[in-house]
């Protein structure tokens, strides 16, 4: 049972482009969540998502970010006119249930020059 | 293969009782340790450590790492109710971040 994938791992963009991020959760899993990793905090919380549902966005910017979870295929997070301060690490997790153990990904890097 | 390994998987205690929570890692390049407490919506930072035997306190909570052993622990005194949660510990390694699987507590009154 391969793990949470996430890609591509590094993504280079210029200020103005889009940033697409994707998310295919482990087998069975029907809950994704999005994180951003931030220098010396941690994971914050961005956007949880039930297939084709957005259960949880409160974390998310309300400008710029958006995220899906499509009946079929991986879980999006999608950043438009990227900004250098959106240069960090997007981590995944899926879980089976909302009280379940998260699994996370390896993370995305994103780079804005 | 770098990992993150966490123990034991799940800990039931009563309340007033302390706890150790474990972490190893087999990672090149480390960087820091990091410490989540993980209830319904989202993991909350706890601690990070990058140095050995500098224990970090917060509250009932506190945290030490050995870089020569290669693992830390935390450490939950005169546990709660609230207390119940998954700990999660994490590895940042280079420019990658790797987490344990998970400690789940569960404190009964």
């Known amino acids: 049972n391969a793990g949470v994938m996430q890609n591509p791992r590094h993504l280079v963009r210029r200020r103005g482009q889009e940033a697409r991020l994707r998310c295919s959760p482990m087998?069975?899993?029907?809950?994704v969540y999005w994180y951003r990793q931030l220098p010396e905090e941690g994971l914050k919380f961005m956007v949880y998502l039930q297939k084709e549902n957005i259960i949880d966005e409160s974390g998310m910017p309300k400008e710029r970010f958006s995220a899906e979870f499509p009946k079929e295929g991986p879980s999006i997070l999608r950043i438009q006119q990227v900004v250098r301060g959106d240069s960090a690490a997007y981590f995944c997790?899926?879980?089976?249930?909302?009280?379940?153990?998260?699994?996370f990904g390896p993370g995305t890097r994103l780079t804005v020059l | 293969e770098d990992k993150v390994v966490q123990s034991p998987l799940s800990l039931v205690v009563h309340e007033g009782d302390t706890v150790t929570l474990n972490c190893s890692y087999e990672v090149t390049n480390f960087r820091s340790l990091l410490w989540y407490k993980q209830e319904k919506k989202a993991p909350t930072f706890l601690f990070m450590l990058t140095s050995s035997g500098i224990e970090k306190k917060s509250g009932r909570l506190s945290s030490i790492l050995d870089k020569k052993e290669l693992f830390s622990i935390l450490n939950i005194t005169a546990t709660q109710t609230g207390d119940s949660a998954i700990y999660l510990c994490?590895?940042?390694?280079?420019?990658?971040?790797?987490f344990g699987t998970g400690t789940s507590l569960t404190v009964i009154p």
């Open positions: 994490a590895v940042t390694a280079g420019n990658q971040f790797y």
């Open positions: 997790a899926s879980s089976p249930g909302v009280t379940d153990t998260q699994y």
């Open positions: 087998k069975g899993h029907s809950h």
